[in-house]
């Protein structure tokens, strides 16, 4: 078991570039999440998906999208990246409901937008 | 919506010192409580949660925690650090109702020194 992978890990992007944030599991898990890291602000969620099919915004989801593309890979979309989006960027699954339970964390990718 | 607070945002320690780092929430209802564990370079990792029943939970690498439930409180404990416990420490909080996602504090930033 692989657990929860991301690509790339690091990345750096001129301001305006776009670019996809890839995330997969293999733990069966029906819910996955996107967080943002940035220093002294702990973790903030951007989007989540509860299940397959359905995406739903967190605390910070502007200026990215998400797609859930089957019940395996999640991933996260910078139409047009700013300095502010500079962070490091992580993956999580988990059950249903379960998001309480505990989630499953991927090794981040680091994000410089200059 | 609910909200952590970790009170210390670093804390340093000699090897063999006890630890205990505090960590309250806030919210009206019932929650489920987690300690995570970030190592230098790492992703986070879960290193102890509470759902119901006994509120002294023990986790991994000797660490344990105890929910006190008329304070809000959810303080993490090591009664001897090692310099392998250096890492940074977050706390989060989910409410059991409905479909809920963790909420994060801030952190706290734990070096241990030889």
């Known amino acids: 078991n692989a657990g929860v992978t991301q690509t790339p890990k690091f990345q750096v992007l001129k301001t305006g570039q776009s670019m996809t944030l890839q995330c997969a599991q293999d733990?069966?898990?029906?819910?996955m999440y996107w967080y943002r890291q940035d220093p002294g602000m702990g973790l903030r969620l951007i989007y989540y998906?509860?299940?397959?099919?359905?995406?739903d915004k967190g605390e910070v989801p502007n200026g990215y999208n998400v797609s859930r593309l089957n019940k395996r890979e999640f991933s996260l979309r910078l139409e047009s990246a700013a300095p502010s989006q500079t962070s490091v960027y992580f993956c999580?699954?988990?059950?249903?409901?379960?998001?309480?339970?505990?989630?499953?964390f991927g090794p981040g990718t680091r994000l410089t937008v200059t | 919506a609910q909200s952590v607070s970790q009170h210390n945002h670093h804390v340093i320690l000699s090897e063999a010192a006890s630890l205990e780092l505090g960590c309250n929430y806030s919210?009206?209802?019932?929650?489920?409580l987690f300690w995570y564990v970030q190592y230098p370079g790492q992703h986070l990792q879960l290193l102890l949660k509470?759902?119901?029943?006994?509120?002294l939970v023990k986790g991994i690498k000797g660490f344990e925690a105890e929910f006190i439930k008329s304070k809000f409180s959810f303080n993490l404990r090591k009664p001897s650090v090692q310099w392998s416990d250096t890492a940074e420490y977050f706390c989060?909080?989910?409410?059991?109702?409905?479909?809920?996602?963790?909420?994060f504090g801030k952190g706290t930033m734990l070096l241990v020194s030889p």
């Open positions: 999580a699954s988990s059950e249903p409901g379960q998001g309480a339970k505990g989630q499953y």
């Open positions: 733990m069966n898990h029906n819910s």
């Open positions: 998906s509860a299940s397959e099919g359905t995406t």
């Open positions: 919210y009206g209802g019932t929650v489920n």
């Open positions: 509470y759902f119901s029943g006994d509120p």
């Open positions: 989060a909080v989910s409410p059991l109702s409905g479909y809920s996602t963790l909420t």
